[in-house]
Every structure is written in structure tokens, then in C-alpha cells.
């Protein structure tokens, strides 16, 4: 059994930034592919970026060009660095991970409030 755990979040006015760390109790490397998603008040969970074991990344369109997911299998932990953040990348940030997405594992979710 792995758990994870989010840290970074916070309050950040727009236009700012913020980095995401999730860090993994076990190896993250048996796991395919590791996201991140959002979920935004009275909306659905949704996956904003991912990353292969390869190192593969693929985002969402509204974060493109934005948003850099990393991820380092020696030290088990999943980075999501946010640029130029927006008020509606406001929401609770959730790491995720398994064979494929959605994965077995959750952590319990950061908030990220971007507001001026």
C-alpha cells in the first residue's frame, strides 16, 4: 500500500505561482503513469496534467504552456510547478497514481486559491 501526499498549496494572487509536491510512502517507479487533477467547487475531478514512467508528460489545454508536471522515481516524488496562474485554477489539487489514470491511489488533496 503506497500513500501519497500533497503539499504547495495556498493563496496566490493571478499571475502567480505555485509548486505542487506530492511525495510517495513506497516506489513510485511500478506506477505507469502519476496526474494530477482539480477539482473546483460544485464541479468534477479533473485531470489537468500527467506523466509516464518514461517521462512523458501531457496536459490539459487550459494549462498548456502554464503548467510543468515532473516526476523523480529516486526520490518519489510527483512536481507540479504552476506559472501565470488564473482564478480558475482555483481548486483542490489531487495526486494520483497507478497503471493508468484514474489510478488506484489518491492523496488527500492541496487547496489553491488564486485571487486578488
Known amino acids: 500500500q503506497v500513500q501519497l501526499v500533497e503539499s504547495g498549496g495556498g493563496l496566490v494572487q493571478p499571475g502567480g505561482s505555485l509548486r505542487l509536491s506530492c511525495a510517495a510512502s513506497?516506489?513510485?517507479?511500478?506506477?505507469?503513469?502519476m496526474g494530477w487533477y482539480r477539482q473546483a467547487p460544485g464541479k468534477q475531478r479533473q485531470l489537468v496534467a500527467v506523466i509516464t514512467n518514461g517521462g512523458r508528460p501531457n496536459y490539459t489545454d487550459s494549462v498548456k504552456g502554464r503548467f510543468t508536471i515532473s516526476r523523480d522515481n529516486a526520490k518519489n516524488t510527483v512536481i507540479l510547478q504552476m506559472n501565470g496562474l488564473k482564478p480558475e485554477d482555483t481548486g483542490v489539487y489531487y495526486c494520483n497514481a497507478g497503471l493508468i489514470l484514474p489510478g488506484t491511489y489518491w492523496g488527500q488533496g492541496t487547496q489553491v486559491t488564486v485571487s486578488s
Open positions: 513506497g516506489s513510485i517507479s511500478r506506477f505507469a503513469v
